[in-house]
């Protein structure tokens, strides 16, 4: 189809989405990734633990690790901000480009943002896998994804 629909993802997103990638969103994907931001953002540790599985894989520039307990810590110690920019979704998982900014410990300010991607995995609910790269590019090859996968793009911020 050539012509979109727009709407409200969740209430926080205006979207554009096509309607034949409806079918790839299929299960909820989005709706749980778009939770996990909101958890880690908020720095609600058992909430981010609740939406993934227990052997999730989390990586990231320093390596790959596994369990809901690492996840847990990373959250408890990471004090990042995720601000989503670009949705990516597909049979393989959801990519979210993001602007990251990390609390600075000393003076409790936020940083500069940096941009960057992450790759989820989502099964039965809850994500699987968070996989951080430093671009769109990285994330979307890691899940077989294309730029032709883009769901979203944040057109209106309430």
């Known amino acids: 189809m050539t012509n979109g629909l727009s709407g409200r ?7 554009r989405v096509e309607a034949a990638t409806l079918a790839g969103m299929a299960g909820g994907q989005l709706a749980v990734v778009e939770d996990w931001h909101a958890a880690v953002n908020g720095g609600d540790a058992a909430r981010v633990g ?8 989390v990586g990231g520039p320093r390596g790959s ?9 990373w ?30 410990t000393h003076t409790g300010e936020l940083g500069e943002p940096v941009r960057l991607a992450t790759a989820f ?26 730029p032709v996968d883009e769901v979203g793009r944040e057109i209106n911020r309430m």
């Open 9 to 15: 993802f969740r209430g926080t997103w205006a979207v």
């Open 121 to 146: 995995v989502v099964e039965n609910g809850r994500i699987s896998r968070v996989l951080r790269h430093p671009d769109a590019a990285g994330a979307l090859a890691a899940l077989g994804l294309r």
């Open 50 to 57: 609740d939406l993934c599985t227990s052997d999730v894989e």
């Open 75 to 104: 959250v408890g110690r990471a004090g990042i901000r995720m601000e989503p920019v670009r949705w990516f979704c597909g049979a393989g998982g959801a990519v979210v480009e993001q602007d990251a900014r990390w609390l600075d």
């Open 65 to 73: 690790g596994f369990g809901r307990e690492l996840i847990l810590d």
